[in-house]
């Protein structure tokens, strides 16, 4: 078969495809049978070499003839199908009476929302909010704080180091020095921010979290004061019906401490064998007590004119009470039919 009857037989099979084809995606693939470039019109051209080379110039002209009007078929197929689309798109009928798609609304995660709702209580009571970085010098974590490099108490902290003199804060305490070094009493903020600690994750435990710190340094503060603003921060944060209670402790950078403490969501107090609360009946929200005098003296306030309060709840704990969810870790798994019921 000579170069003409092979062009004539491309023709038409190329006609008849382009006849047998339906939609854009089938004559895409004609057009790469065909005109591709591993397609019939390159076989055909690599033909042309073994003509004589006297013959090779006009043989090349009708394939180029050919392919012009194989393209110019193929375009004005390709034409007629997306119109024949917008024109099928165009005919479906739309029922504007029919009730819509109820849209999804986001909404502020849980844990934020505590924070928030804490900060809010103490702005309304005259706090400042303050935030300050996550990475620390020793001196801010600790020294400043009447934690010196051999006291026990660096040991509960186990930190995440990341130099020798930096870490990852584990609590938002270095903002009460930061605070107390840039200004003169009085003094009143509250901190929100993460912590992070090398602890093991469980129901009530995560290695990263979120803590809200509170700072009251004035004349003539005392226990009764911190008593009762947290006093009233749970019954707002939780309700009226929640206890709290305040459990003597130990912390080197307050003097009296204590441990403060609301009833546990998930026995509601009971304890037995309670998983959430290990059968005590109570949650611990984090701990407080009066600023000793050493970390007073430490940003030059004299403790024999003011004294003042802080304390540092941990935000999960406090969301764990609140949405009466039984495992901190709800709140980070990212599932939201979870959180859309918190919402």
């Known amino acids: 078969m000579n170069l003409a009857d092979n062009l004539e037989d491309l023709r038409a099979r190329f006609e008849d495809a382009l006849k047998n084809s339906a939609g854009a995606s089938s004559l895409d693939a004609v057009r790469v049978a065909f005109l591709g470039r591993s397609g019939e019109v390159t076989a055909v051209r690599r033909s042309i070499g073994k003509l004589p080379p006297a013959e090779r110039p006009a043989a090349g002209q009708r394939i180029n003839e050919a392919v012009e009007q194989m393209e110019r078929a193929l375009n004005e197929a390709q034409a007629n199908a997306q119109a024949l689309e917008v024109g099928a798109s165009l005919s479906q009928r739309i029922d504007v009476t029919f009730p819509s798609i109820k849209p999804q609304q986001g909404s502020i995660h849980p844990m934020k929302r505590v924070m928030h709702d804490v900060c809010a209580y103490f702005e309304r009571h005259g706090f400042a909010v303050v935030v300050g970085p996550e990475i620390e010098p020793d001196y801010y974590n600790f020294d400043a704080l009447n934690i010196p490099p051999d006291h026990p108490a660096r040991e509960g902290f186990d930190s995440f180091f990341l130099t020798p003199n930096l870490l990852l804060r584990p609590h938002t305490s270095p903002m009460q020095i930061r605070t107390m070094q840039q200004h003169r009493p009085p003094v009143a903020v509250v901190v929100p921010g993460t912590c992070y600690r090398r602890d093991a994750v469980d129901a009530r435990h995560l290695f990263q979290f979120n803590q809200c710190e509170g700072l009251l340094i004035d004349e003539g503060v005392h226990m009764g004061h911190l008593k009762g603003m947290l006093t ?32 546990c969501p998930l026995c509601r107090g009971a304890g037995g064998e309670c998983r959430m609360c290990g059968g005590s009946g109570w949650i611990e929200l984090g701990g407080a007590g009066m600023v000793h005098p050493n970390v007073l003296r430490n940003v030059e306030y004299d403790p024999d004119v003011y004294s003042g309060w802080a304390f540092g709840f941990g935000v999960e704990r406090m969301a764990l009470v609140r949405y009466d969810v039984d495992d901190i870790r709800r709140f980070f798994e990212n599932d939201h039919a979870f959180l859309e019921q918190l919402a």
Do not use: K, L, N, W
């Open 232 to 263: 009233g921060m749970c019954r707002e944060i939780f309700g009226s019906e929640q206890q709290v209670r305040f459990r003597p402790s130990y912390f080197p950078f307050t003097e009296p401490s204590a441990e403060v403490d609301t009833t």
